[in-house]
């Protein structure tokens, strides 16, 4: 922060119902994470459509064109690259995800960047507000298909392998933590050392998982890659669906997660990653509900004792 000049006072965090549907809407969920892997031209294109989502459903072809600085030829990239088949397609969907979140909009909501004039409790209302948001666009745009591909082979893996450092680390963690409450053989590696060493030992009987937010963090690529190269079938869990780190996957589970002024992978989109994986490990669960419930009651009984005694009946 030092050399910076103080900006002014940001006034109260309102914003037009547009903004907050751009914010909130599927189709920008997904524009928004494939930003690093499209052309210049066709991010301006994708930019207007993250702003002005709702005003865009109403705009030509050229209309859209020109307030992009680009050509028309660009937005029919764009769209191809969306998953739609044409422009038209993509001015109906926005116009029907606009009209729910019209429905739906509230006029109290607590959106924006922190600034360093804000308060406390505004600091409190946007951070939960932004986490909120990103588990919910999460599992809006989550595959469910690949979602139960991946169950199904975390099922019948011999033993996961979990890369992922900094904040990713702890989600690996987290993971690892709840699959060997139910019984089955999973390890997180955060030094990457060992991580290849462990990635060099698996076969076509194990599943790797390669957690990056950005899908771009190199020693978590190099692990999981060396993993797939051994035989592994791999997930890569990240924000981006057309990151490097995809390239080395067999699937791709993604998050909706957007950092704001204080940028961290220990927020928002920590929250997101962590969100598919409790999807990923409820349904293992129920593939394996007896084999499961065995295990969580033994698992409890065993850590049972290292709890201090309370009497319940105490306010």
């Known amino acids: 922060m030092t050399g910076r000049r103080r900006s002014a006072p940001r006034p109260p965090a309102t914003e037009p119902a547009d903004r907050r549907f751009a ?8 524009a928004r994470g494939l930003l690093p892997s499209l052309s ?3 991010r301006r294109v994708a930019q207007v459509i993250i702003d002005e989502a709702a ?14 600085a680009s050509s028309e030829t660009t937005v029919i990239r764009f769209c191809r ?15 029907a995800e606009a009209g729910r979140a019209h429905d739906s909009a509230g006029n ?6 922190i600034s360093e004039t804000d308060d406390l409790a505004q600091v409190v209302k946007k951070i939960a507000f932004a986490d909120a948001r990103a588990v919910e666009d999460t599992a809006v745009q989550i595959d469910i298909e690949v979602l139960e591909q991946v169950v199904d082979l975390v099922v019948a893996a011999r033993r996961v392998d979990i890369y992922g450092v900094g904040a990713s680390a702890f989600v690996a963690l987290d993971f690892q933590q709840k699959l060997h409450r139910i019984g089955r053989i999973a390890y997180a590696w955060s030094d990457m050392h060992l991580a290849l060493t462990s990635a060099a030992l698996l076969d076509e009987r194990d599943v790797a998982f390669g957690i990056s937010h950005t899908g771009t963090t190199m020693d978590t690529i190099e692990a999981f890659t060396e993993a797939g190269r051994h035989g592994a079938r791999t997930v890569a869990l990240t924000n981006f669906p057309k990151s490097p780190i995809t390239k080395a996957a067999d699937h791709v589970l993604t998050t909706a997660a957007r950092e704001t ?42 850590v049972s004792g290292r709890r201090v005694a309370t009497d319940r009946r105490q306010a």
Not at 56 to 67: G, P, Q, V
């Open 40 to 42: 210049p031209a066709e």
């Open 81 to 95: 690259a969306m998953g739609f088949g044409g422009y038209s397609e993509l001015r109906l969907t926005l116009a």
């Open 261 to 302: 002024t204080f940028r961290s992978g220990a927020m928002a989109s920590r929250l997101a990653q962590l969100t598919v994986i409790d999807c990923v490990f409820v349904g293992v669960a129920q593939r394996t509900y007896a084999e499961t419930r065995m295990a969580l009651d033994v698992t409890y009984e065993a």
């Open 108 to 113: 109290d909501e607590p959106v924006g960047d």
């Open 23 to 30: 914010d909130r809407s599927p189709t920008t969920v997904r």
């Open 55 to 68: 005003t865009a459903a109403h705009l030509t072809i050229s209309d859209l064109a020109e307030r992009a």
